[in-house]
């Protein structure tokens, strides 16, 4: 069963309620396990992942947006062509970014991890199915092989959000 693109951030939002994810009630095993499953949900009118259509990202960091707190999110971007003109060799599909965002506490043992310059795990198109949940555990090794990751998932946020905006 696919979802539509303007519908995915509430269907994210049901996946994280299904894992037992909601405000006060977050774990992030929790929102992971989660994220693992929604990048698995086909989207429609999504350009195919052989085209970089449909690719996820996990980033960290401490930005204005997120009042200068240390931060995770688990994004994945559609890249939407609603009929556009497949003639025109210009033509390029619009990217999305449905997005969890996960914010924690300030504390002293962040200061030692340097989350100010944030980072991400590159954008990765893997094909829906087995080759995408290949891919998710990777990025999971990933996470849990770096020390400011591995805090971070370990730790409960204090605000979390879902959103689909335009990526820029």
């Known amino acids: 069963m696919s979802i539509s693109w303007r519908s995915s951030a509430a269907a994210f939002e049901q996946?994280?309620?299904?894992?037992g994810v909601g405000m006060g009630a977050c774990t992030m095993e929790a929102a992971w396990a989660a994220f693992e499953a929604f990048p698995q949900?086909?989207?429609?009118?999504?350009?195919?992942?052989?085209d970089d259509g449909d690719s996820f990202i996990v980033e960290w960091g401490g930005w204005d947006r997120t009042g200068n707190r240390p931060a995770m999110f688990f994004g994945r971007?559609?890249?939407?062509?609603?009929?556009?003109?497949?003639?025109?060799?210009?033509?390029?599909?619009?990217?999305?970014?449905v997005e969890f965002q996960a914010c924690f506490a300030e504390a002293p043992a962040w200061a030692d991890l340097n989350i100010s310059g944030g980072g991400n795990s590159g954008f990765d198109p893997a094909a829906i199915?087995?080759?995408r949940a290949d891919a998710l555990a990777a990025?999971?090794?990933?996470?849990?092989?770096?020390?400011?990751?591995?805090?971070?998932?370990?730790?409960?946020?204090?605000?979390?959000?879902?959103t689909l905006d335009r990526a820029g």
Do not use: N
């Open 77 to 97: 971007l559609p890249a939407v062509d609603e009929g556009g003109d497949r003639q025109d060799p210009y033509g390029q599909p619009q990217y999305w970014k």
């Open 41 to 50: 949900v086909p989207i429609e009118v999504v350009e195919g992942s052989e």
């Open 139 to 162: 990025t999971r090794r990933f996470i849990d092989q770096a020390p400011l990751l591995g805090a971070m998932r370990r730790s409960a946020p204090i605000d979390i959000e879902v």
């Open 15 to 19: 996946i994280l309620g299904r894992h």
């Open 129 to 131: 199915g087995e080759p």
